[in-house]
């Protein structure tokens, strides 16, 4: 079993940032990679970024190209979640999770393990 515990939502004003913290507990080694996923209220949950844990490769939705930045530290079984330019429509409630094996790795069914979620609210 993995344990994931997120922290660093808040809020911010639009054009500002935040980083977001993951930390695996547990059986951390058993993960393969790792994403992150955000929910707004009214709308399905939805992929936001991807990474490898060994190798680091990442991968983004594209509404957030060039804005967020996902990394991790292998010694401290934490992924990052930076978030620059941060805009209104980026409000959700967001959501780190882990996956063993591989897949889709923007459907969230693909993953094992989920976080119990950190509100991020930027306002206008």
């Known amino acids: 079993q993995v344990q994931l515990v997120e922290s660093g939502g808040g809020l911010v004003q639009a054009g500002g940032s935040l980083r977001l913290s993951c930390a695996a507990s547990?059986?951390?080694?058993?993960?393969?990679?790792m994403a992150w996923f955000r929910q707004a209220p009214g709308k399905e949950r939805e992929f936001v970024a991807f990474?490898?844990?060994?190798?680091?490769?990442?991968y983004y939705e594209d509404s957030v190209k060039g804005r967020f930045t996902i990394s991790r530290d292998n010694a401290k079984n934490t992924v990052y979640l930076q978030m620059n330019s941060l805009k209104p429509e980026d409000t959700a409630v967001y959501y780190c999770?882990?996956?063993?094996?591989?897949?889709?790795?923007?459907?969230?069914?693909?993953?094992?393990?989920w976080g119990q979620g950190t509100q991020v609210t930027v306002s206008s």
């Open positions: 999770a882990a996956a063993r094996l591989a897949g889709i790795v923007t459907a969230d069914q693909n993953y094992n393990y």
């Open positions: 990474i490898t844990w060994t190798s680091g490769n990442t």
């Open positions: 547990g059986r951390p080694f058993t993960i393969n990679y």
